[in-house]
């Protein structure tokens, strides 16, 4: 911080706009600078000398008066406080970084979170406005331009005071006096704090000027509402930047300074308003306004905007991205004072989009299955062993368990008889449910409250977020059903549009959309085919044996268990997720060349060689971020990257991450088109029957029905759905990644894509279109028809099917190696 009478440049804190300081005397040159005694003055001091006994009998005669003793004991009282070692230095105010709010925008510039534990916004002084400065001086401290930090006749009138209630009740505090208690000491009363305030304050106004104090002074205070500094006073109050206020707004925000608390306009309006008309008085009475100015605002109602209507919609899981990166490359401690404006990716339409369908599509799964209630009851000798179990394994619960516990008890709300509380036995504690707050298993024509009864088995969690009233057992939230997350991307550009980390999704809660590792099933596929077309000994056309095999003990089944195709097309077995085909091509290419390719396209999870074989039907754990940035590889014709959620850190804007072409464009062509029949005649044929445009994608379900997924994409837009338990129990009956995780998928890409024009996917040279024989994936027979299929360049079958009602030799059809 630049010292008084300095004007830098490059000083943050240096005024562009001293106003009110233009008719401040200039500071008294120093004795160096001072011209010569005249001879007169010489003269004058040699008469001077003569007196100087004269003048030291009455100094002796001053100094032993009532007076005069008080006075040394006054001085010896700031000599002895001014030299206390434990004086606060000034070294905090010149480097002033107090806590500071980081706010978070989307793509559009709108708020959508805040990091930070004080909500202030540091600005400059030349943001101040010209009203705001005349408006605190009028309230706080007429004279600040004018005297050194110090009010005497104040500091008088107040000493007068305080002897007569003989406590320390008046303060007479001058502007600089309140920086020196906010910045530098204690709140305490009493005589050692003010004699150090009083010295420290006319240090402040020795070494920094005017504005400088007061941009310390208005950055810092409080105004109520948890908001500190003007700039975040004016946002809340006024929904506007501090820039922007009118003489009303300034003389309400600087009368508020003297009790923030019980001058809010929204808790106590009319006191409020008193004390910002005595403002205006005084702003008229130092001629900063007219008078008719000031009645005539006096006489309006203050007007501030509605106390919720600046809440922003929250989104909590881009914040805590956010958050975690500017942890990484600022670090934690440097965190709460950044100050910064991020700007996200963040679509607000699809995020909105994202969020609905995900919920909805959670709560038509927990109807279907039944996840609207306890999962089972216990009596008798198994409730005992239960409750033993649940004290052996949690003496304690931690954020992240989830627990089947007992209902002990169940109490109706005196008010509302729909409501009430759960009592639920934990182990070595008892929680309580608060079931006005569980409007997700609410739904359904029974009360929440009436569906629970003493010994009922029911899945809970730790609820810290929760408030609970009652004092008795601690928050807990019903676990009754699975959970879900989705990714949205622009696969050209990887800039992550939307991010949903579960239903009911809360700050610092745990965000499956980037955090959960969970095997992939089926939809791991792609990048098996993917191999097996890029080495180029198979195609989109060759025919693989759907039959049973043992693997050193093990004879993976289809999901539909002992229904076996025989020969079929490998189009058709990426459609039908037909497992024992995907195991045959890992055998064949090896488990190397899938890893390779899978890395290439942007998988970053492990894939150790111990997966073996298992790593054909998805056994590898993966997260959905992953998943939809190594799928948005094939969408964007093989050309990997990064994805983006950050665009700008301030004024430095965050360029879009360079696309590396790391797998052959034809390659990916392919797999794309694949992926197509799966939307179009596979798996995922109702999103095809629904969606009415091109698209690719594939359905996934891990074993025991554990993980459902769906991850798909158009040309210009990719999502991802995940659909589990956290505790990896299985979904139920029936759940798989076409009939759980699709829907969702579907839910928000048809919303998503409303009203935009039809693309298709472009075709990149390298890739050529010929006619084949469905059943053998030869050419078609002479003068017999024939679908079209892509192919690798040079890969197009050279033979013919055999003419119709001749027999095929199997051993022709099928590209097995059985040597």
């Not at 107040?158 to 009740?169: P, Q």
């Not at 909590?316 to 956010?322: L, R």
């Not at 079931?435 to 029974?446: D, N, V």
């Amino acid at each position: 911080m630049a010292k008084r009478g300095r004007r830098s440049g490059a000083d943050p804190f240096d005024p562009i706009d001293p106003i009110l300081a233009l008719d401040r005397e200039p500071d008294r040159p120093s004795a160096a600078e001072a011209p010569p005694a005249s001879p007169r003055k010489r003269k004058r001091k040699r008469r001077d000398g003569r007196s100087l006994g004269v003048r030291i009998l009455l100094w002796l005669g001053l100094l032993l008066s009532p007076f005069g003793l008080a006075a040394a004991a006054l001085g010896a009282v700031f000599y002895y406080f001014g030299h206390d070692p434990n004086l606060p230095s000034l070294s905090g105010i010149g480097d002033y970084r107090p806590p500071q709010i980081t706010r978070v925008l989307d793509r559009d510039g709108n708020l959508i979170g805040e990091i930070g534990s004080e909500h202030r916004t540091v600005v400059p002084y030349a943001q101040f406005p010209k009203v705001l400065i005349q408006a605190v001086l009028a309230a706080e401290d007429a004279d600040f331009f004018e005297h050194e930090g110090l009010d005497y006749k104040g500091m008088v009138r107040a000493l007068i005071e305080n002897l007569m209630r003989r406590e320390f009740a008046q303060g007479a505090s001058t502007i600089t006096q309140q920086v020196v208690k906010q910045l530098l000491l204690t709140p305490e009363k009493t005589m050692r704090r003010k004699v150090q305030e009083i010295i420290l304050a006319r240090r402040i106004s020795q070494k920094f000027s005017k504005e400088e104090i007061l941009q310390l002074y208005l950055n810092h205070m409080f105004f109520g509402h948890g908001r500190y500094g003007v700039e975040e006073a004016a946002r809340f109050y006024f929904g506007k930047s501090v820039g922007e206020i009118d003489v009303a707004e300034a003389a309400l925000l600087a009368g508020m300074l003297q009790s923030p608390s019980r001058l809010s306009p929204y808790r106590h309006p009319e006191a409020a308003k008193k004390r910002q008309t005595y403002v205006l008085g005084q702003m008229a009475k130092l001629e900063f306004i007219y008078e008719e100015t000031a009645r005539k605002l006096a006489e309006q109602p203050i007007a501030v905007i509605p106390e919720n209507s600046n809440r922003t919609r929250s989104i909590p899981e881009a914040v805590d991205s956010v958050h975690r990166a500017l942890e990484e490359k600022f670090g934690g401690k440097k965190l709460e004072a950044l100050g910064l404006t991020v700007k996200t990716t963040i679509d607000p339409r699809l995020q909105e989009m994202a969020r609905q369908a995900l919920e909805r599509g959670l709560e038509d799964l927990d109807q279907r299955q039944g996840y609207r209630g306890p999962i089972g009851h216990l009596a008798g000798k198994a409730l005992d062993k239960h409750l033993a179990q649940l004290k052996k394994d949690h003496p304690s619960l931690g954020d992240a368990d989830i627990v089947e516990g007992i209902v002990d008890k169940v109490e109706k709300d005196e008010q509302d008889a729909k409501q009430g509380r759960v009592f639920v036995l934990v182990g070595a504690l008892t929680g309580v449910v608060d079931t006005a707050l569980e409007p997700r298993y609410a739904l359904g024509a029974t009360p929440l409250v009436d569906r629970f009864h003493p010994g009922d088995l029911v899945r809970v969690r730790l609820a810290p977020e929760r408030k609970h009233e009652g004092g008795e057992g601690i928050p807990l939230a019903l676990e009754l059903g699975p959970q879900a997350a989705m990714v949205v991307l622009d696969p050209a550009t990887r800039d992550v549009l939307a991010l949903v980390g579960g239903y009911g999704y809360r700050a610092g809660g745990f965000d499956r959309s980037q955090r959960a590792q969970r095997q992939p099933g089926s939809a791991f596929k792609p990048f098996i085919y993917a191999a097996a077309i890029d080495s180029k000994r198979y195609t989109a056309a060759s025919v693989v044996n759907d039959s049973p095999e043992v693997y050193r003990l093990w004879k993976p089944q289809n999901y539909d268990k002992d229904n076996f195709r025989g020969p079929v097309r490998l189009r058709t077995a990426l459609a039908l997720s037909i497992n024992t085909v995907a195991i045959k091509l890992l055998a064949d290419v090896g488990i190397s060349a899938v890893r390779d390719l899978a890395t290439r396209a942007g998988i970053t999870s492990p894939l150790p060689d111990s997966l073996e074989l298992s790593l054909a039907l998805g056994a590898n754990t993966v997260t959905p971020v992953e998943m939809a940035n190594a799928f948005a590889t094939f969408a964007s014709g093989g050309q990997r990257g990064e994805t983006r959620l950050i665009s700008a850190l301030g004024s430095e804007a965050i360029p879009t991450p360079p696309l590396a072409q790391d797998i052959r464009a034809e390659t990916a062509y392919i797999m794309v088109s694949l992926m197509r029949s799966v939307v179009e005649s596979g798996t995922g044929r109702a999103a095809g029957l629904k969606l009415q445009r091109p698209a690719a994608g594939k359905t996934g379900t891990s074993n025991g029905s554990r993980d459902a997924w769906f991850i798909g994409f158009t040309p210009e837009l990719l999502a991802a759905v995940w659909v589990g338990f956290d505790d990896g129990k299985s979904l139920g009956h029936g759940e798989a990644g076409g009939r759980t995780a699709l829907p969702l998928w579907l839910n928000f890409m048809v919303k998503a894509m409303a009203g935009r024009p039809v693309r298709d996917f472009s075709q990149p040279p390298g890739v050529v279109v010929a006619q084949i024989d469905p059943a053998t994936g030869l050419l078609p027979a002479p003068g017999a028809d024939g679908v079209s299929e892509v192919f690798l360049d040079g890969t197009a079958p050279t033979e013919s099917a055999a003419p119709p009602g001749e027999q095929a030799n199997p051993d022709q059809m099928l590209l097995e190696k059985n040597e």
